[in-house]
């Protein structure tokens, strides 16, 4: 039957099951399926499952054969940001941008960073999963840094060096837009306690998988980021640029996320010019959003 992959394909990427999703897009194209969903989904899903090539070929023959497609837009958006994020990404920082405040991280001496993570599902919109995508948020930082960060969970919330929790409330946030926040405290010039407090409410209480957990991964990696010390890169889709991601492309940390972190943690110590007192307390006090 015509189409019947590309439409089963369709319904196990909306429910997240990305690698059955692909196979399905494949054989419709084998079976000579060229309909604009196949090629514009099949990029999607690629996407999901970090292979950017592919992903960067379907977006590519989509427009190609739809420039002015009903998801031309899109497509055009998610191939500049997988060209330019994930293929053709230099190997550069943005320590500078990251660090305008001056520099300020953890001083681990290559010791893992004690996190404690507070789930509460008595709260409105709070997923189980959401702890999973947390945890895996830490270790996609360790592992695409091969190290030079890396965290231990401890079930004793006096012992936590970064304490994460979560709310329902859009009150406990400075504005109605934000949808996590950190609070880092500063002893001697380094951070030796962060709070990370994320919403319940990402995509905005619609309760479609596909589209709440990407963004809350999202969500998670960016706090982290501030966590470990960072403050916003000022280019485009970069996982601490203030603004999200188009849908789809949100939950992937790029080459320079990391590349910064590893810069940041690989000056001496002893190089770290401590801030003055009051510069110290105002960073604090402000915190990163
Ligand atoms: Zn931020």
Request: aromatic share 8%; glycine share 6%.
């Given at each position: 039957?015509?189409?019947?992959?590309?439409?089963?394909?369709?319904?196990?990427?909306?429910?997240?099951?990305?690698?059955?999703?692909?196979?399905?897009?494949?054989?419709?194209?084998?079976?000579?399926?060229?309909?604009?969903?196949?090629?514009?989904?099949?990029?999607?899903?690629a996407?999901?499952?970090?292979?950017?090539?592919?992903?960067?070929?379907?977006?590519?023959?989509?427009?190609?054969?739809?420039?002015?497609?009903?998801?031309?837009?899109?497509?055009?958006e998610?191939?500049?940001?997988?060209?330019?994020?994930?293929?053709?990404?230099?190997?550069?920082?943005?320590?500078?941008?990251?660090?305008?405040?001056?520099i300020?991280?953890?001083?681990?001496?290559?010791?893992?960073?004690?996190?404690?993570?507070?789930?509460?599902?008595?709260?409105?919109?709070?997923?189980?999963?959401?702890?999973?995508?947390?945890q895996?948020?830490?270790?996609?930082?360790?592992?695409?840094?091969?190290?030079?960060?890396?965290?231990?969970?401890?079930?004793?919330?006096?012992?936590?060096?970064?304490?994460?929790?979560?709310?329902?409330?859009?009150?406990?946030?400075?504005?109605?837009?934000?949808?996590?926040?950190?609070?880092?405290?500063?002893?001697n010039?380094?951070?030796?306690?962060?709070?990370i407090?994320?919403?319940?409410?990402?995509?905005?209480?619609?309760d479609?998988?596909?589209?709440?957990?990407?963004?809350?991964?999202?969500?998670?990696?960016?706090?982290?980021?501030?966590?470990?010390?960072?403050?916003?890169?000022?280019t485009?889709?970069?996982?601490?640029?203030?603004t999200?991601?188009?849908?789809?492309?949100?939950?992937?940390?790029?080459?320079?996320?990391?590349?910064?972190?590893?810069?940041?943690?690989s000056?001496?110590?002893?190089?770290?010019?401590t801030?003055?007192?009051?510069?110290?307390?105002?960073?604090?006090?402000?915190?990163?959003?």
């Amino acid at each position: 039957m015509p189409g019947l992959y590309g439409c089963l394909g369709e319904c196990r990427l909306e429910a997240g099951r990305n690698q059955e999703a692909m196979q399905c897009f494949l054989m419709a194209e084998s079976q000579g399926d060229r309909s604009e969903n196949v090629a514009y989904r099949k990029g999607l899903c690629a996407v999901r499952l970090a292979n950017y090539t592919v992903a960067r070929d379907s977006f590519r023959q989509y427009l190609g054969n739809n420039s002015h497609g009903r998801h031309a837009k899109h497509a055009q958006e998610c191939l500049a940001i997988v060209e330019h994020n994930f293929l053709n990404q230099s190997n550069d920082n943005y320590l500078a941008d990251a660090s305008k405040n001056g520099i300020k991280r953890w001083n681990t001496n290559g010791k893992p960073i004690l996190v404690y993570i507070k789930a509460d599902a008595s709260l409105k919109g709070f997923h189980p999963e959401y702890v999973q995508l947390l945890q895996q948020s830490f270790m996609d930082w360790t592992n695409g840094t091969n190290g030079a960060v890396s965290f231990v969970q401890t079930q004793d919330p006096s012992q936590a060096q970064i304490t994460c929790y979560w709310t329902d409330k859009q009150s406990d946030f400075d504005s109605s837009k934000e949808l996590g926040e950190c609070q880092n405290t500063l002893s001697n010039g380094y951070i030796n306690h962060s709070e990370i407090k994320l919403s319940t409410l990402v995509g905005h209480a619609r309760d479609i998988p596909t589209e709440v957990f990407p963004e809350a991964k999202a969500v998670a990696l960016h706090e982290i980021g501030h966590a470990l010390g960072l403050a916003h890169s000022s280019t485009s889709f970069d996982i601490m640029y203030p603004t999200a991601a188009p849908k789809g492309l949100e939950f992937n940390l790029t080459r320079r996320d990391l590349n910064t972190v590893v810069a940041l943690y690989s000056i001496n110590p002893e190089q770290i010019a401590t801030a003055s007192e009051s510069q110290i307390q105002a960073f604090a006090a402000n915190g990163f959003k």
